[in-house]
């Protein structure tokens, strides 16, 4: 026999050592550096493309409402563009003419402001640099000088030599030749080419991106790799109605704290209310400071203006008071909940777009940051975007929960659970939210992560969080959504329905048999499991809301030794409940024969992951022999109302003595 061949090494797999980045990290690193790069050096270009697109969502809901009223796309761009281009020119010939005034006013002020520093230096506060210089010459000859009796003694005067006379420099004047009228064009137009420029660039690519909209849109959710373009286009769709409306609630919202801020100036005396009206509703694009970076100059201005303080202490009150009740009373009311970004994010964004892009980085950081959010929160391949700088939790909700079991902190998890309780009903809480933190620790215990000590706590938790939920009662919440909010949820974290199990008392429900109401009537059997005692208890408590009664048991009163002992008298159901089963379910098929035997009630399972084999396999449930398999606790008290009120005829289950022996006979040798 000839020698087998050795088999050939598998070629090795090259071992990267911790700690150094993978190919994918460098490369992500790569290209943002890349961004960075291009976005500063590229400014005179990616600058009026962003300024067009903020303008877009602006003007975005004034076209569509020219479209309402049957005007073409054309013309409706157009007239959008020319009232937004008219608005800006007007208020830029505005602010020219007030500068102008203020300009030519300024010598009548001089004198003003001469009185009221000579006032000041003659007072406390202009003697003070004084005291303070005769107090450190003092300090300075204490330290100093020695001593009385370690002073040497005083030598002879002698007279110094008359110092020469220095003869000073000789004055010299450079005088410039008269600017030529060339130079004085060239020196006044040249300042406005730049601006002028960039507004041009920035309202033709608007008329670019009103005219293509729904073209832009798809080539972008192409270019980002949408799985779904049906679902991410209705989501797009929905981001940028919710950031236009957001965007244009901002610019009323600023444009009427500078008219309130212009109309109290004027009122006060202030001169030029008009500028400072159109300064302080653009700085109140920059966050947290820009209000009162805006009342810097006009109470600086009061106080050349007024001999006394009172105009300058009056202009002081008008920005305390206005930013406040604007800020901390109108905003809320008007935005809704949040404006989507953590107060950190927009720090951050202004110092980095004002490295960026200067002045003008910093009065659009926060609406640019916030279309950065949008897109992290509905393009999947962004979403780092969203977790860096949107103000949504890190964790999921059900994350969050387990979160809070590893850490046995039940209070916590009852206060986030009455948080999601507001805006859906207990029903979808346990499914949504419970269910699968349940599944987290399931899957962690059964790949033996979890300490035992770590286990008992998550157990300790979710059965104070049942018990502490008894007295909510399973009915959806009042609606609360606010529409101006700019953000909305992604589709993972909404609830995918808010109703109870029951949306309605059903006709029924009254005629329930009082076998069905007395305690106990349906037996839930908790799996094999740690944790599925805990979704036992979940659907007894719904069970019992609806008016069933309800028994739970652990896995062990039904084993094969002790079902024996269980008291099954008064039972008419039986629902059974698995946070994870794998494989081929003989036991609980086992399990099922066992309860059959020991009462004649009919079956549910309740397999809470919803990609079980078992529920998509007809053959392994027919093996099994449930008469009703359910993927969610609303579905389960769903189906046990029906059944206990006789609405739905029970069906025979599957393992029948044929189905047995066909099953049986599938199992047999084949003859040879």
């Known amino acids: 026999?000839?020698?087998?061949?050795?088999?050939?090494?598998?070629?090795?797999?090259?071992?990267?050592?911790?700690?150094?980045?993978?190919?994918?990290?460098?490369?992500?690193?790569?290209?943002?550096?890349?961004?960075?790069?291009?976005?500063y050096v590229g400014q005179d270009v990616f600058l009026p493309v962003v300024l067009a697109i903020l303008l877009a969502f602006v003007l975005a809901p004034f076209v569509d409402v020219m479209r309402r009223w049957h005007m073409g796309r054309v013309p409706a761009v157009i007239i959008a563009v020319l009232v937004a281009l008219g608005i800006i020119l007007s208020l830029g010939t505005i602010i020219g003419f007030q500068l102008a005034g203020l300009a030519s006013d300024i010598p009548r002020y001089q004198t003003t402001i001469e009185s009221k520093v000579g006032s000041l230096r003659e007072g406390t506060l202009g003697k003070l640099p004084a005291l303070l210089k005769d107090f450190g010459r003092r300090f300075d000859k204490a330290v100093a000088e020695p001593p009385p009796e370690q002073q040497a003694p005083a030598s002879p005067s002698v007279a110094a030599p008359p110092a020469a006379e220095e003869t000073g420099p000789l004055p010299v004047e450079v005088h410039e030749p008269e600017p030529t009228p060339a130079q004085m064009a060239r020196d006044f137009l040249l300042p406005l080419l730049e601006p002028l420029a960039t507004t041009g660039i920035v309202f033709v690519v608007l008329v670019f991106i009103l005219m293509q909209r729904e073209d832009l849109r798809d080539r972008m959710i192409r270019?980002?790799?949408?799985?779904?373009?049906?679902?991410?286009?209705?989501?797009?769709?929905?981001?940028?109605?919710?950031?236009s409306r957001y965007f244009l609630t901002q610019l009323a919202l600023n444009a009427s704290f500078g008219v309130v801020a212009a109309i109290g100036l004027w009122l006060i005396g202030v001169p030029s209310p008009i500028l400072w009206g159109v300064f302080a509703a653009l700085m109140r694009f920059v966050p947290y400071i820009g209000s009162f970076v805006a009342a810097l100059p006009p109470i600086l201005l009061a106080a050349a203006v007024d001999p006394g303080w009172s105009m300058a202490l009056m202009t002081l009150a008008l920005?305390?008071?206005g930013e406040p009740l604007m800020g901390h009373v109108v905003e809320p009311i008007v935005y809704g909940q949040s404006t989507g970004l953590s107060p950190f994010a927009v720090v951050i964004s202004a110092i980095f777009w004002t490295w960026l892009w200067g002045p003008v980085g910093l009065l659009i950081a926060t609406p640019l940051t916030l279309c950065l959010v949008v897109l992290g929160r509905h393009v999947e391949r962004l979403e780092f975007l969203d977790v860096l700088l949107g103000d949504r939790p890190a964790l999921t909700p059900a994350e969050n929960l387990y979160q809070r079991m590893l850490a046995g902190d039940p209070d916590e998890a009852l206060e986030s659970a009455e948080v999601l309780l507001k805006e859906r009903s207990l029903t979808s809480y346990y499914d949504e939210v419970a269910l699968r933190g349940l599944q987290l620790a399931a899957n962690d215990a059964t790949r033996g992560v979890l300490t035992k000590l770590q286990l008992e706590q998550v157990k300790d938790v979710i059965r104070a969080l049942v018990q502490d939920l008894g007295s909510h009662d399973d009915v959806e919440p009042h609606p609360h959504e606010t529409k101006d909010e700019p953000i909305a949820a992604p589709a993972s974290e909404k609830p995918a329905n808010k109703e109870p199990a029951v949306t309605r008392p059903m006709p029924q429900e009254t005629n329930i048999p009082e076998p069905w109401r007395a305690e106990g009537a349906i037996l839930c059997v908790a799996g094999r499991g740690p944790l599925d005692e805990a979704a036992s208890e979940m659907l007894a408590q719904l069970l019992s809301k609806h008016g069933l009664g309800t028994r739970v048991i652990p896995h062990a009163a039904v084993s094969r030794r002790e079902i024996f002992n269980l008291d099954m008298s008064g039972v008419q159901m039986v629902c059974i409940s698995y946070l994870e089963i794998s494989g081929t379910p003989a036991h609980l098929r086992y399990l099922l024969r066992r309860l059959k035997q020991k009462a004649k009630a009919p079956t549910l399972v309740g397999l809470w992951p919803a990609e079980d084999a078992?529920?998509?396999?007809?053959?392994?449930?027919?093996?099994?022999?449930?008469?009703y398999y359910v993927s969610s606790l609303r579905d389960a008290v769903v189906q046990c109302l029906k059944v206990a009120t006789g609405e739905e005829k029970l069906p025979e289950p599957a393992n029948t003595p044929a189905v047995e022996e066909a099953t049986a006979a599938k199992r047999l040798p084949l003859p040879a």
């Open 1 to 39: 026999m000839r020698p087998a061949p050795s088999p050939v090494p598998p070629p090795e797999t090259e071992i990267q050592p911790p700690g150094v980045p993978g190919l994918s990290g460098l490369l992500t690193l790569a290209v943002a550096v890349v961004v960075l790069a291009a976005l």
């Open 223 to 243: 270019l980002f790799g949408a799985s779904d373009l049906h679902r991410t286009t209705a989501a797009m769709d929905d981001a940028a109605r919710r950031l």
């Open 319 to 321: 920005f305390l008071i």
């Open 614 to 627: 078992v529920l998509k396999s007809e053959t392994m449930r027919a093996t099994l022999g449930a008469n």
